[in-house]
C-alpha cells in the first residue's frame, strides 16, 4: 500500500487552547501506487485539511498516516522536508508560479535540492515539458502564460522529482471548461504513465467520476460513493 490515513482526527484550535471545530473524526483511507481517488464535499469540510495530513504540511491530532508501512509521524522536520520533496507532488487551485522565472526555471525549482545528476533532472523536465506541449514556450514568464498553460506548468512541476503519489487541491478550479478538461485528461494520462498514486479533492463531479473512486467528506468523516 502507498498511503494509509488510520483513524485520524484533527481540530482547529483557538490561541488559549480551546476546540473551534473538529474538521475530521476518525477518518480512513488508503491508496495504492495507480489508484486514482476523489474527494468530494462542501466547502469548509476539511477537504483540503485531509490533503495536508496526506501530504505532511500539516499533522493530525490524533491517528497515523504512513507511507509505505512507514509512520511519517517518525520522521523528523528535515526529514520531512526531504520525504516531500522526492516522494509526493503538489498542484493547487492557483499555480504558484514565481513571476519573475521562466516556465523552465519555474519547473526546475523542487530540483534544486536534490543530490542528483542534473542531466537527468534536465531532460526528465524537457520529456514532461514536451509530453503537456509547453516545450516551445519554457522561456516564457508566467504572466505570458494563459492561466492553462500555467496550470500545466504547475503540474509538471509536481511531477519533476519523480514523485509516487500526487495530491491535488481543485486543480481545475481557477481554469475555463475547456481548460478543465485538457488537464484532466492529462492528470489522468500522467497519472497512468508515471504509476502514480492521486488524490483529487474537487467540486466537479465532472473529474470525480473519472477517477477509481470517489469519496464524499461529511461531518468529519468519508464515505464511499463509487
Not at 74 to 98: D, P, S, W, Y
Not at 142 to 161: D, F, H, K, M, Y
Not at 201 to 206: I, L, W
Request: net charge neutral; proline share 4%; charged share 25%.
Amino acid at each position: 500500500m502507498l498511503l494509509e490515513i488510520k483513524d485520524v482526527s484533527k481540530s482547529y484550535k483557538s490561541r488559549y487552547g480551546k476546540t473551534l471545530r473538529e474538521v475530521l473524526r476518525g477518518t480512513s483511507l488508503s491508496l495504492g501506487l495507480g489508484e486514482k481517488i476523489a474527494i468530494a464535499g462542501p466547502s469548509g469540510s476539511g477537504k483540503t485539511t485531509l490533503l495536508n495530513l496526506a501530504g505532511t504540511l500539516d499533522f493530525p491530532d490524533k491517528g497515523e498516516i504512513f507511507f509505505r508501512e512507514r509512520p511519517l509521524s517518525g520522521m523528523n522536520t528535515a526529514e520531512l522536508a526531504g520525504f516531500r520533496n522526492r516522494k509526493i507532488g503538489f498542484v493547487f487551485q492557483f499555480h504558484h508560479l514565481l513571476p519573475q522565472l521562466t516556465l523552465w526555471e519555474n519547473v526546475l525549482i523542487p530540483a534544486l535540492p536534490v543530490n542528483g545528476d542534473k542531466k537527468e533532472i534536465y531532460k526528465r523536465a524537457e520529456e514532461l515539458l514536451l509530453e503537456t506541449g509547453l516545450w516551445d514556450i519554457r522561456h516564457q514568464k508566467p504572466g505570458e502564460l494563459s492561466g492553462g498553460e500555467c496550470q500545466r506548468t504547475a503540474v509538471v512541476r509536481a511531477l519533476v522529482n519523480g514523485p509516487s503519489l500526487l495530491l491535488a487541491d481543485e486543480p481545475t478550479g481557477s481554469l475555463d471548461s475547456e481548460n478543465a478538461d485538457m488537464l484532466t485528461k492529462l492528470l489522468i494520462r500522467l497519472g497512468e504513465k508515471e504509476n502514480l498514486g492521486m488524490i483529487v479533492v474537487t467540486h466537479s463531479m465532472d473529474i470525480a467520476s473519472r477517477m477509481d473512486r470517489i469519496y464524499n467528506l461529511k461531518d468529519g468523516r468519508l464515505e464511499k460513493t463509487q
